[in-house]
Structure formats: structure tokens, C-alpha cells
């Protein structure tokens, strides 16, 4: 069967979901409905926000559902009354099983790890968060359990060195959207086999996971190493952000560099020139802050700062 002759639902919601829409539109897709989040108001003014699959879903004249529940009766009968063949899922809430097991060729999600590793709410995050060197996208099966369904096609991708989330982030959405177009082409073509993750020779002690990233996660804790704190920062930039206290002010940091040294200071403490530098002590050497921001204040590199910041206490020079 051409893939072009599908009729295709697809849902989500934030800017990553944006670049797999678009694949499936130039890819010449039959897009006959988009599921996307309610507006909500926000920004100067609390003014209705659109999402950003539905203002790129409103730039193409794709016809757009935005239902408060799932499980409501009326959404139900819409999403029945689109006739799809197959869903797609990506960057979305929790599908009931009602929604998900409606189309005949089923649902089918992105997701942003090599499953069955990194299940979960922030497999980006958690990846660079954990050190690891190389990571991917999935595209499988939705079924009850979250991220555990037949897995249909892998794409793998590096981690650099010094690669925050945000640059990831941009990278593997172009990736995914790629690999979910293929999916697609592959399987109106009968060329796919499913593959169950219990299958994939990985010891379920060595699986990692992705929760959700909290305001606790995000505290960096001084004693631990530079290394794993420097991956914490990586991690989290550039949101939420990891952060430490200045002088009783939350502080967030962005980007940071690492010097190896035993230092002379205890865990947490701050070394600062005034003007050019900033760093504060771990377990095995400094992290020096390049790019942040002082709670109630804006985001600005470390020397900026420096000019026009007072420090509470008496502090050592670089």
C-alpha cells in the first residue's frame, strides 16, 4: 500500500512534535486531523496561547482538534468520525486505551532514547544527566504500559562532549521526524517486523529511566564530582537549569568548565575575582559558571554579572 493513501491523526504538542508533523506533510501524508493541547493563556497579559503544533497546523489548513479530556464522549466520536488508518504520536499526553488501540494499524509514538533504555518523561535530559555517550529515537507501538510497546525502527545518535539538552534536543527532533516518515513508508509496505522490547538482550537491572525532572533534581550537590556535576548542568540547560545558592539567591547555571584539582575550599564554597571569574568547590576540583542567572534577575554571561554584582562575604581571589 502507498503510504500516501493513509488516512494519518497526529498528536502533539510542544515545538519537537512540530519538526515530525512537517516530515509527514512534505512527505505528502494524508494528515486528516491534529490532536493538540487546549490554548492556555500566558505571557504579558495572560493572553491565549496557541501550542506550536497548532499554530503550524493552522499555517497548513489542517484541520485541528483540541480536546480538555480524552476520554470525553464527544472527542471519542470525532476521532472516530476521521476514519484514520494508522496515529502518530509525539511530545503528547497519555492516551487512553480507547484512543490508542482505535486506529486498525494502531498508534505509533517517537520517542527520544534507544528503548527499552531511558522510558519515561525526560529521556533527553536523563541521558546527558547520566553521561552517556550516544542515544537515538524509537518509533514503536503504544499500548498500556508507558514506552514498553513493539518496537518498529531505531535511529541512533552521539552525545557530544560538551552538548547541552536544548542542542540535543534540536538535533534528535530532526532525526525522529526522519525516522518516523520511514517508519511510516515501511510499514504501509508490509516491510516491518515488530520487535518486543523483552526480546532486545538488555539485563532489566542494567535498564535506565527517564522520569519526570523536578525542582529537587535540578539542586546541584557540591559534594559530589565535577564530572557528574558538570553532565547535571549539561543536562538541564537550558531548562529547567541546574542551580546553587549565591548568597541566599537561587542560582541558575547554564554553562559551566570543569577544572581538575583537589580544592582548597570545602564543597559548595565560591572563589571569584570579581571581574572575569566565578567558581565554586566539589568533591575533586571547581566548576567554573559561564553562562546564568541570579534569582530576579536576567540570564547573562559570568563577567557581565561580575560588574555589577555585590558578594555578601569576603571571598578568595582566582
Not at 534536543?169 to 516491510?191: N, P, S, V, Y
Request: one cysteine or more.
Amino acid at each position: 500500500m502507498d503510504y500516501r493513501q493513509l488516512r494519518i491523526v497526529f498528536m502533539g504538542t510542544p515545538e519537537f512534535a512540530v519538526a515530525s508533523l512537517d516530515a509527514l506533510v512534505q512527505g505528502g501524508c494524508k494528515i486528516v486531523g491534529v490532536i493538540t493541547a487546549p490554548d492556555k493563556p500566558g505571557g504579558r497579559g495572560m493572553q491565549l496561547q496557541q501550542s506550536a503544533v497548532k499554530q503550524y497546523a493552522l499555517s497548513h489548513q489542517l484541520n485541528i482538534l483540541q480536546p480538555p479530556k480524552l476520554k470525553d464522549p464527544g472527542f471519542i466520536q470525532q476521532l472516530r468520525n476521521l476514519k484514520a488508518d494508522l496515529q502518530v504520536v509525539v511530545a503528547f499526553r497519555m492516551l487512553p486505551e480507547v484512543v490508542w488501540n482505535m486506529p486498525p494499524l494502531g498508534t505509533i509514538n517517537v520517542h527520544g532514547s534507544l528503548l527499552p533504555q531511558y522510558r519515561g518523561a525526560a529521556p533527553i535530559n536523563w541521558a546527558i544527566i547520566n553521561g552517556e555517550e550516544e542515544t537515538g529515537v524509537t518509533t514503536f507501538k503504544l499500548r498500556h504500559e508507558i514506552d514498553t510497546g513493539n518496537i518498529l525502527m531505531h535511529a541512533k545518535l552521539d552525545i557530544g562532549k560538551n552538548e547541552n539538552a536544548g542542542s540535543l534536543h534540536d538535533r534528535m527532533k530532526l532525526l525522529g521526524a526522519g525516522l518516523l516518515l520511514e517508519t511510516i513508508q515501511q510499514l504501509a509496505a508490509g516491510q516491518l517486523e515488530e520487535i518486543t522490547q523483552s526480546m532486545l538482550e538488555i539485563d532489566p537491572l542494567l535498564v535506565r529511566l527517564a522520569p519526570k525532572i523536578f525542582t529537587e533534581t535540578c539542586e546541584i550537590n557540591w559534594d559530589e564530582s565535577i564530572d557528574t556535576i558538570y553532565n547535571l548542568i549539561r543536562g538541564l540547560s537550558p531548562y529547567p537549569a541546574a542551580y546553587t545558592f549565591l548568597d541566599g539567591k537561587v542560582l541558575k547555571i547554564f554553562s559551566a568548565a570543569k577544572e581538575h584539582t583537589q580544592p582548597a575550599e570545602t564543597p559548595g564554597a565560591y572563589v571569584t575575582d570579581h571581574k572575569t571569574g566565578l567558581k565554586f568547590a566539589a568533591a575533586d576540583g571547581y566548576i567554573h559558571v559561564k553562562d546564568i542567572q541570579l534569582q530576579g534577575k536576567k540570564r547573562m554571561p559570568v563577567e557581565d554579572f561580575l560588574r555589577g554584582y555585590r558578594f555578601v562575604k569576603n571571598d578568595a581571589s582566582l
